[in-house]
């Protein structure tokens, strides 16, 4: 069974659109994250729920708006995408909002826009 | 600010040839000290926590190690199989983030 599961995978769209990446969890975990991957890997938090609570919302331009229809679940809808967004983004889950526990990960959505 | 740094960028190693990995931190309040792997096209998957300066886990081939300003993953005898990305990140008190480094990429020739 997969832990953290992400879809699509891969999600090629053009400017101006507007695009959601979904997120579920069955691993019982009460905080959800949103995460940007770069071309050079690295990785930057956008978004955070603690059981449907939005906790960390960086600074992300608002066209980026996340969703937690229950602790299990976790989507992010993307309005007017521009070139700059294309990345892979992870969807990861961890027990408690306190961090003392290592991240899961899903295994990423790569979006292209063109 | 908290800061987290990972070096070298990318390393190549002939197989069988021992190394360590580097992640130097600037932090306040560290909870936690993460390794990851990350093959391609997936996402990072957990190797290892530290939670406090002196500690030391092991896993195979693995070994991570934490003092109070850095950590670094050792790689004894590696096979093609350990090349990846691998990643460390740290958790600080009352940040709620983990923060990421960017990562060492890698190779392992056979």
């Known amino acids: 069974d997969t832990a953290v599961s992400q879809t699509p995978k891969y999600l090629v769209t053009q400017m101006g659109n507007d695009k959601s990446i979904k997120c579920e969890q069955n691993?019982?975990?009460?905080?959800m994250y949103w995460y940007k991957q770069d071309s050079k890997k690295f990785l930057k938090i956008m978004f955070s729920?603690?059981?449907?609570?939005?906790?960390i919302n960086e600074t992300v331009p608002n066209r980026f708006s996340p969703k937690s229809p229950d602790k299990a679940h976790l989507n992010l809808h993307i309005n007017s995408l521009e070139l700059g967004d294309s990345a892979v983004y992870f969807c990861?889950?961890?027990?408690?909002?306190?961090?003392?526990?290592?991240?899961?990960f899903g295994n990423g959505t790569r979006l292209t826009v063109t | 600010e908290d800061q987290v740094t990972q070096s070298p960028e990318a390393l190549r190693l002939q197989e069988g040839e021992s190394s360590s990995l580097n992640c130097s931190y600037t932090?306040?309040?560290?909870?936690?000290l993460f390794w990851y792997r990350q093959d391609p096209g997936k996402g990072p998957e957990f190797l290892f926590t530290?939670?406090?300066a002196g500690e030391e886990k092991e896993k195979e081939r693995l070994k991570a190690t934490l003092t109070k300003k850095e950590s670094f993953l050792h790689i004894t005898a590696p096979k093609p199989e350990d090349s990846a990305t691998y990643l460390c990140?740290?958790?600080?008190?009352?940040?709620?983030?983990?923060?990421f480094g960017t990562g060492t990429r890698l190779k392992v020739l056979a």
């Open positions: 729920y603690n059981n449907k609570e939005l906790i």
């Open positions: 691993l019982g975990h009460d905080t």
């Open positions: 990861a889950s961890s027990p408690q909002v306190w961090g003392n526990s290592p991240l899961h």
């Open positions: 932090v306040s309040g560290l909870r936690g």
């Open positions: 530290l939670y406090s």
């Open positions: 990140a740290v958790y600080t008190s009352g940040t709620y983030k983990y923060i």
